[in-house]
């Protein structure tokens, strides 16, 4: 793809010209800590002037290696090229009239799309808003509107945002819900299926979850189960084969609406367009965001017609929801989904990320398990020999890390786990380069 930060072959390491944050980043983040409440975190405070493909060029001129791409949300590059174009376009056209009031056709076109790609030849409908918080608790308003019921269950090591309700879905009480309650009422959270700490087959697993559900809030009041195909934040759980597709049976068979949040393993992610796929798993409702606009504010809810209309006319939207510009937006980022190729790449890396941090594992006992799918793969640290938690090494890594100039996202309920999640523009080489980094940083412990 098209470069102006990288000309000629992509280069595989960062170029750094000054230490890492530099003088005008850290000029620029203490007029920040001045202007802006230590709530909204930093992970990197670098300050970005552009960025292209898988890299950031900060304001010093350091260019980083970008294995977050945003927290999943370039997933096709940042600037890419079609994406801006799409953009502009229809940035020049309109940018706002809002679809409740004045409706546009690349919004009604996108939901055909969603409805084309998503799990299930069903027939579907989608709305959109502005956040991925925002695509959770419509899901739960349409489950509860659709069923008369009012429970919703998450599973432990969950994490669906920072609203009222989604911080009562989440895991974590610490950061995201410290100090805020009372949260929504009416939500439970059930295991998961942790197959390396729980060492349970996926059926095992979903007869402990329905087992739960049964018990702690009882079928006649369950309206939804809320569950990401991979867990994002969690660490990148991958649950069992026949997990989730065991807690959807379940969910058909009383009445109770399935909701995948697909926010950050969705829209190619994983090496298929819904991770969904990958447990052939068929959601009652799919929820989107991050990925699907490439870098704009979008998140779509899809989902089973006759549930989709449960809510009143007007009791969806909001003022920004399916904002013309990002809808544009997401069009493209379709487009050059619907060639295939980026299905290609997130093959590509997988394979190189899982070989290479195989080989660190063999060298370095701490790596306790690799796992993910496509470009959404991560490792957990670990007492060698055992499932128990490494505290305060991830953090070490990703902090070595960024002296070599490469953004590496910690995750984890227990903050041991680093996660790759590059855009899928990210080279073999530039892999290597950070698995280099990855093994100094466990060498230098
Ligand atoms: C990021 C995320 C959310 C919340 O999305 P926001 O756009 O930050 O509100 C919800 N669910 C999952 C799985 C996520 O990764």
Redesign the pocket.
């Known amino acids: 793809m098209s470069s102006t930060i990288t000309t000629g072959a992509a280069p595989s390491a960062p170029q750094l010209v000054t230490e890492i944050p530099g003088p005008r980043s850290r000029e620029i983040n203490a007029r920040r800590t001045a202007a802006v409440p230590r709530g909204v975190g930093a992970v990197l405070p670098v300050y970005v002037d552009r960025a292209e493909g898988p890299w950031v060029v900060d304001v010093d001129g350091n260019r980083l290696l970008d294995l977050g791409a945003g ?1 999943g949300v370039t997933t096709l590059g940042h600037s890419q090229p079609t994406v801006v174009a799409a953009a502009q376009e229809q940035l020049e056209r309109f940018a706002h009239t809002l679809f409740t009031v004045t409706p546009y056709e690349n919004y009604v076109r996108l939901a055909e799309r969603l409805a084309a790609r998503t799990p299930g030849s069903h027939a579907k409908k989608s709305f959109f808003v502005n ?4 695509a ?1 608790e419509n899901a739960v308003k349409i489950a509860r509107a659709h069923t008369g019921r009012y429970a919703v269950a998450s599973l432990d090591h969950a ?4 609203t009222n309700l989604t911080i009562a879905m989440n895991h974590r009480a610490a950061p995201y819900g410290t100090g805020f309650g009372p949260f929504a009422p009416g939500i439970h959270r059930v295991p998961n299926s942790y197959p390396f700490r729980d060492g349970l087959t996926g059926a095992e697993a979903a007869a402990r979850t329905i087992a739960h559900l049964e018990q702690r809030i009882g079928v006649t009041d369950l309206a939804a189960i809320v569950a ?1 195909p991979i867990q ?2 969690g660490g990148f759980v991958v649950p069992a084969d026949g997990y989730l597709p065991a807690l959807q049976a379940w969910a058909s068979a009383n009445g109770v609406v399935f909701v995948a ?1 697909e ?2 393993a969705g829209l190619g992610r994983t090496g298929t367009w819904f991770a969904s796929e990958l447990f052939d798993l068929v959601p009652d409702l799919v929820l989107t ?2 990925g699907i606009a490439d870098g704009l504010p979008l ?1 779509g809810i899809t989902g089973r017609a006759e549930i989709m209309d449960a809510a009143l006319p007007g009791g969806l939207g909001g003022t920004f929801g399916g904002n013309p510009v990002s809808i544009a937006a997401a069009h493209a980022v379709f487009d050059l989904l619907e060639t295939g190729a980026p299905f290609v790449e997130a093959a590509r890396i997988e394979h190189a990320l899982t070989t290479g941090l195989r080989a660190l594992a063999a060298r370095h006992d701490v790596i306790g398990e690799v796992r993910g799918h496509g470009a959404m793969i991560a490792f957990e640290l670990t007492e060698p020999g055992t499932t128990a938690p490494l505290a305060g090494l991830a953090n070490e890594i990703a902090a070595f890390a960024a002296q070599r100039g490469i953004l590496l996202l910690t995750a984890g309920s227990d903050g041991n786990v680093i996660r790759f999640l590059p855009s899928l523009e990210v080279t073999d080489e530039q892999i290597a380069f950070t698995l280099g980094v990855v093994d100094d940083a466990l060498a230098a412990r």
């Open positions: 927290i956040s991925g918080a925002e959770v994490f669906h945002g920072r990401e994002g934040e949040d926010i950050q965001a991050k998140a």
